[in-house]
């Protein structure tokens, strides 16, 4: 039988297993004894919830709130030509919005990487699920003179936003290893095409049905604290390394500076986190650009009507958003299966696929700039196949960093990876992109054709930032394999030889 921390038996269980308490210690099998009391109906009830507590229910919960997550993000931007009419701001400022959403969120998120590695993680993401919900109904109720509330509201989303982004990885981390932990890693990261694919459908579907874009940002609260609530319930808190089989090896906990100091001579880490900031300057920019892209160009082809209307036709965010889904799906998919298969002929498969997915959405994502002036339908063709390749390499990103980063270490690693990824990339990527579209109308006689063709001429940076981003997966295949051996070594030094 089994023993919970208050003495009392729990049914059906042997006297070889564990349990795990709610608090995520492990309790050791007992065996029968006579001074112990049979369970009172209330303690029942946490022995039910502790034997829904397996490994693949918790990456199921974390996935659930990481699309959340993501889905709150761009249901803003679902919305996004009904805000700028609300609330009458130019193309930069309307990309302020997702600017310092991001910066809030890069700021926050070496923060809660510390905070991951040395506090009680399933606590920290709940906090953080529950401030963002909260914020964003808040932010529904702001009126059209108060736009700099309104963008302050989105900078403190995205520190709530910052603290499960950093630290969920690292529990799948610790419950799964290796392909294993490359699938559930893949289903985790699924959520970030889908998530903002589901943001942009649940942004537009509830404007439509309200009649009222604020009606956008009421939904995705009350899920976020549904989510947050499964995280205190059902999820674990596993030791640091458990799954590595090596949590009683590195007995000694190093400084935050030593850590950052470790991080930054591992090659491997520095060239993928840069890679990670290119995907995200792309992501970013198109994400909060391209529906409106598409309207302008549907404007320019005469088969739409400028918006004048209080509430714009949401068409283009559903189809795009719809896309992204498909797109995110097939990514990962694609991607996990591709290297897979991939590590039977070479050990750098994970960073040479990333490599050659960049380089092909490259390609794909040009020509939408090409035929977007004559052919939606071609325009949506090279978005699908864009996307899939980008989307490719989100979750092989992160295997790359579980192998050569020590178990001890992997928040402050993921954090620090999400803070350069994004103070490089879809940080001012949104406001940047804005800012030369709006320079560019300036400079020439405003109309139909050349609002289209600015905003289109400043997406175009887009593609070579990818380039970029394939170049920087290239050198961390020659760096990979030297990482990982230095990152098993350290599993099996004494605590004292531990190299920083």
Known sequence: MCVESDGCEIEGCSSSDEVRTLSGSMSPGLKSNPDLHPCKPGQKFRA???????????AGILTF???????????????????????????SRIGLLQTVFICSFMVAAPIFGYLGD???????????????????????????EYYWLFVLSRGLVGIGES???????????????????????????????????????????????????????????????????????????PKRGSADQMAGRIKTRTSWFCDMKALAKNRSYVFSSLASAAVSFATGAFGMWIPLYLARAQVVQKTAEPCTKEICSSTDSLIFGAITCVTGLLGVVIGAAT????????????????????????????????????????????????????????????????????????????????????????????????LISDALQQNYTTSALWRFLSLGYALMLCPFIIVLGGMFFLATALFFLDDREEAEKQLTRPPSSVRV
Not at 123 to 142: A, D, K
Not at 168 to 189: H, K
Not at 339 to 352: F, G, H, I, S, Y
Request: include cysteine; glycine fraction near 8%; charge should be positive.
């Open 339 to 434: 290297t897979r298969l991939c590590r039977q002929k070479t050990e750098r498969a994970d960073p040479l696929v990333c490599a050659v997915s960049m380089l092909g959405s490259a390609i794909f994502i040009c020509l939408i700039f090409v035929v977007a002036k004559k052919s939606i339908v071609g325009a949506y063709v090279c978005i699908f196949i864009g996307e899939t390749l980008l989307f490719l390499n989100w979750a092989i990103t992160a295997d790359i960093l579980m192998f050569v980063v020590i178990p001890t270490r992997r928040a402050t690693a993921v954090a620090f990876q999400s803070f350069t990824s994004h103070l490089l990339g879809d940080a001012g990527s949104p406001y940047l992109i804005g």
């Open 118 to 144: 040395r506090f009680n993680r399933k606590v920290i993401l709940s906090c953080g699920i529950f401030f963002w919900s909260i914020v964003t109904l808040s932010s529904s109720f702001i009126s059209k």
């Open 65 to 91: 709130g990481n699309v959340l997550n993501y889905m709150d993000r761009y249901t803003v931007v679902g919305v996004l030509l009904d805000i700028q009419r609300h609330y009458d701001v130019s193309d």
């Open 48 to 58: 039910a919830l502790l034997r829904c507590r397996s490994p693949a229910a918790a």
């Open 163 to 237: 603290s499960y982004s950093s630290i969920s990885p690292t529990i799948i981390g610790d419950l799964f290893t290796n392909n294993s932990r490359t699938m559930m890693l893949s289903v985790f990261y699924l959520a970030i095409p889908l998530g903002s694919g589901l943001g942009y459908i649940l942004g537009s579907s509830a404007k439509e049905a309200a009649g009222d874009w604020h009606w956008a940002l009421r939904v995705s609260p009350v899920l976020g604290i549904t989510a947050g609530t499964l995280i205190l319930l059902f999820v674990p808190e």
